[in-house]
């Protein structure tokens, strides 16, 4: 089993390819193990290469709250009163760091995703 490091986009597409042609291998056989050892190289490369950024804290609140069924009054209890809310969810107000933590909790949002500068987001 001769592998080796991914350090080019030809070596990162050619193990792509070779990962598309093991996908039915069995866990725990040679081709099982020449799999898992490339998706972990494919991993990391892309970590390094691809990485992916934080997404807005406003649009992570509100992709919990689609997926959780939740309303913007469902929010009072880790933001504020209702208006607090809706300046929050309008980009009109930046979250404090309370605010962070209690939607962390409340949410499961990683917190490094609530916790982004002014600057970067553009909006406030």
């Excluded at 030809?10 to 898992?36: C, F, K, P």
């Excluded at 406003?58 to 933001?79: C, N, R, S, Y």
Aim: aromatic share 4%; proline share 7%.
């Amino acid at each position: 089993m001769e592998i080796k490091p991914i350090k080019t986009r030809r070596d990162y597409q050619s193990t792509l390819a070779d990962i598309e042609s093991l996908m039915g291998a069995r866990a725990n056989s040679a081709d099982g193990e020449r799999l898992d050892i490339l998706v972990t190289l494919v991993e990391a490369y892309e970590r390094k290469h691809f990485p992916l950024e934080h997404p807005d804290p406003v649009e992570a609140i509100k992709f919990q709250m689609d997926q959780k069924g939740l309303t913007p009054k469902d929010l009072e209890p880790m933001i504020g009163r209702m208006n607090r809310v809706y300046e929050i969810l309008n980009h009109k107000r930046p979250l404090t760091l309370k605010m962070i933590w209690r939607l962390h909790r409340g949410l499961g949002i990683p917190a490094e995703c609530l916790i982004r500068q002014p600057d970067e987001l553009g909006a406030i």
